[in-house]
């Protein structure tokens, strides 16, 4: 085990790079709620009574969500599996992803019906003056130049950073942080163009910008619970983006059927939020497979990847219906 401690992962042992990776993760993590803190105080003092900027504001408050997520599960997931918790608390990282996902899905919500509320009603924002270096500027002006120069950090800094990261660790809670940060271009694009609009007599156009970035932060808030749900309800493991069905599980049926006393194989992987375990289920040619082939094949599939805690190999007479095959979707 490192210094640092950082090598332990529940019962795995993180490699050089996953180890490496989870500490630059932990450190841009801090970071950025460290930045976030910054942007909200900065943002606080130039709100002013556009509902867009208000709108804006808050999405920075949610924003934090998804890294106080992480950084408490990551607390759990490192406990090695116990009686009470045979499986480990790997799942900890999947429900900070779903606490994190209904939060903004939840806000979002609440933001974007004071939006359209406030667009029914007609609400006709306005923005003051204030005295700066004896100059009196309009305060839009301000709100102008902070949001263009927050937007820096989630979009050239710590999003890309944290987007290089999550594949390493298999980490779809880091992921999903990355691609939030990644898009606040957005947010920040809309609260100007709301700011704008009132400078410039067009009202509605403030509201508009609020749903627009309402919009956003629900959008983000299905997409992380959904996933998150998915992944806890056990589907099959897929890449750390949730597009594709995960390598590994072709990777195991090749490594199997190459065995000679394998006929057919599959296989069923569960993801428990960084680390997989995996069930595989063999046919053998002779009835009575004999105890080191199956440890031999066991040991085989956990070397393929750091990610799998677990593996079973289970000898069947016929592969049941359920599990992956490699010849399906």
């Given amino acids: ?16 790079e996953q180890a490496k990776a989870m500490k630059k993760a932990i450190k841009w993590e801090i970071f950025t709620m460290c930045y976030t803190a910054v942007t909200i105080t900065v943002v606080a003092f130039v709100v002013g009574n556009s509902q867009a900027m208000r709108t804006a504001w808050i999405e920075d408050m949610l924003s934090l969500a998804p890294q106080v997520a992480f950084l408490v599960a990551y607390i ?4 090695a599996p116990t009686l009470k918790h045979p499986y480990g608390l790997h799942r900890a990282m999947s429900v ?3 606490v994190a996902g209904v939060a903004l899905l939840v806000i979002g919500l609440n933001l974007m019906f004071e939006a359209i509320s406030g667009l029914v009603a007609m609400e006709h924002p306005t923005i003051g003056t204030v005295q700066l270096f004896g100059q009196t500027v309009w305060l839009g002006w301000l709100m102008v130049a902070v949001m263009a120069v927050i ?3 989630p979009v050239f800094i710590y999003g890309p950073a944290k987007s290089k990261i ?11 942080d990355a691609d939030m940060a990644k898009a606040d271009w957005q947010t920040n694009v809309a609260s100007i163009i709301g700011v704008l609009g009132i400078g410039m007599g067009v009202w509605w156009l403030d509201g508009a910008a609020a749903i627009f970035i309402s919009a956003g932060i629900v959008w983000d808030g299905w997409r992380n619970t ?23 599980t072709l990777e195991i049926l090749t490594l199997l059927r190459s065995q000679r006393w394998v006929s057919d194989a599959g296989v069923r992987i569960r993801d428990l939020g960084q680390v ?3 069930e595989a289920f063999v046919v053998p040619t002779r009835a009575k497979p ?22 079973i190999v289970i000898p069947v007479s016929k592969l049941p219906e359920e599990v992956d095959d490699g010849r399906g979707e």
């Fill in 226 to 248: 959904k996933d998150s749900v998915l992944d806890l309800m056990d589907q099959r493991a897929t890449t750390y983006d949730g597009k594709k069905v995960h390598p590994l």
């Fill in 151 to 153: 937007v820096v950090g």
């Fill in 96 to 98: 900070g992803h779903l």
């Fill in 166 to 176: 999550a594949p390493v660790l298999h980490n779809k809670l880091l992921y999903a």
């Fill in 290 to 311: 004999h105890l080191h082939d199956l440890n031999a094949a066991a040991q085989a599939i956990t070397e393929l990847d750091w990610k799998v805690q677990d593996v």
């Fill in 276 to 278: 997989f375990q995996v």
């Fill in 1 to 16: 085990m490192s210094v640092a401690g950082l090598h332990q992962f529940g019962r795995t042992d993180l490699p050089p």
């Fill in 76 to 79: 759990f997931v490192r406990r």
